[in-house]
């Protein structure tokens, strides 16, 4: 079993910055892919930023330039760093990983999300 445990999560004026952390745990031979997605009230989850194991990061087009994704490999854990906050940021932010390992089930799993407002 993989689990993931996010945190950095809260309340943000517009135009401010917050970092978002997701450690992974549990037992696996590797992290092939570990993303962040979001899901604001009324809308479809979507994808914000993704990061392979070689480092290579994808983001969607709302967030290019301002935020960036980043992983410590040796810790298990990817970070997002969200700058320049607006309140269409708002959303719960849902950690994403997909790994190897030799245990049953599917080959990916989600963190419990955490709640990201900007509001002034």
């Known amino acids: 079993q993989v689990q993931l445990v996010e945190s950095g999560g809260g309340l943000v004026q517009p135009g401010g910055s917050l970092r978002l952390s997701c450690a992974a745990s549990?037992?696996?031979?590797?992290?092939?892919?570990m993303a962040w997605y979001r899901e604001a009230p009324g809308k479809e989850r979507e994808l914000v930023a993704g990061?392979?194991?070689?480092?290579?990061?994808s983001y969607a087009d709302s967030v290019k330039g301002r935020f960036t994704i980043s992983r410590a490999k040796t810790e298990n854990t990817v970070y997002l760093q969200m700058m320049r906050v607006q309140p269409e940021d708002t959303a719960v932010y849902y950690c994403?990983?997909?790994?190897?390992?030799?245990?049953?089930?599917?080959?990916?799993?989600w963190g419990q999300g955490t709640q990201v407002t900007v509001s002034s």
């Open positions: 994403y990983a997909v790994f190897d390992s030799d245990g049953g089930g599917p080959p990916f799993v």
């Open positions: 990061i392979t194991d070689g480092g290579s990061p």
């Open positions: 549990g037992t696996f031979f590797s992290l092939n892919f």
